[in-house]
């Protein structure tokens, strides 16, 4: 690889960040720049080639399906004295506010141990981060409590498990860089 390209990738790697529905603009995120980013997920390195991510993509009135799913899952398993209402319009307000939300599905295969499978749907998750980032549009990765209840609403197979959401949209953020601790701290030298 070209030494200039690995300049642009650590820049890329760099700047990537978690870019949250409130900076989202209205502009839409073509079908077909989809499936371009979902084709660099698919890049993803997988033992035994399990291959174990799958995507459910919610776009256009989809996202008002889901908007409503999560807003009613959010009331119906939240303890009454817990519930708030601004929480459940903002679990709405956060989808109907995206391009694009991507529903993260691992597909266990139990030909590997889970854990590679789950490693390597993150591996999958990171590149469709990366390659967002690099396309100019913003995502961040929600796991919330009420994935574990998605099972009917997103036809998962007994062997399949929600992740997570992946929320994206044009947006109007500045770069921000990193808070991380120095990578000096996580590295114990042998030789
Ligand atoms: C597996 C995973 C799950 C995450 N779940 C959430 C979440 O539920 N809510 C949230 O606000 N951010 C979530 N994040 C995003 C992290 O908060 C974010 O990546 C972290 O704060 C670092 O910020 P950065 O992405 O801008 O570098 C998740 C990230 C990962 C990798």
Redesign the pocket.
């Known amino acids: 690889m070209p030494s200039s390209d690995f300049e642009t990738i650590k820049k890329l790697i760099t700047y990537?960040?978690?870019?949250?529905p409130p900076s989202y603009t209205d502009q839409a995120i073509p079908a077909e720049l989809l499936i371009e980013l979902l084709d660099c997920a698919n890049a993803a390195p997988t033992h035994k080639l399990t291959q174990p991510w799958r995507f459910v993509v919610f776009r256009e009135s989809g996202l008002t399906r889901l908007a409503d799913q999560l807003a009613a899952l959010y009331q119906r398993h939240t303890p009454a004295e817990q519930f708030l209402q601004k929480k459940q319009e903002n679990t709405r307000e956060k989808v109907l506010r995206s391009g694009a939300v991507i529903a993260i599905v691992v597909s266990y295969s139990d030909t590997v141990p889970r854990w590679e499978e789950l490693a390597a749907t993150?591996c999958a998750?990171q590149n469709l981060?990366l390659a967002t980032a690099a396309a100019g549009i913003g995502g961040?990765?929600?796991?919330?409590g009420t994935i574990k209840h998605l099972g009917d609403f997103l036809r998962l197979a007994n062997n399949e498990e929600c992740?997570?959401f992946f929320y994206m949209g044009y947006h109007d953020e500045s770069p921000?860089k990193?808070?991380?601790k120095p990578i000096a701290k996580k590295i114990t030298w042998e030789g």
């Open positions: 990537r960040r978690s870019v949250f993150a998750v981060w961040y990765w929600s796991s919330p992740l997570g921000r990193p808070t991380r």
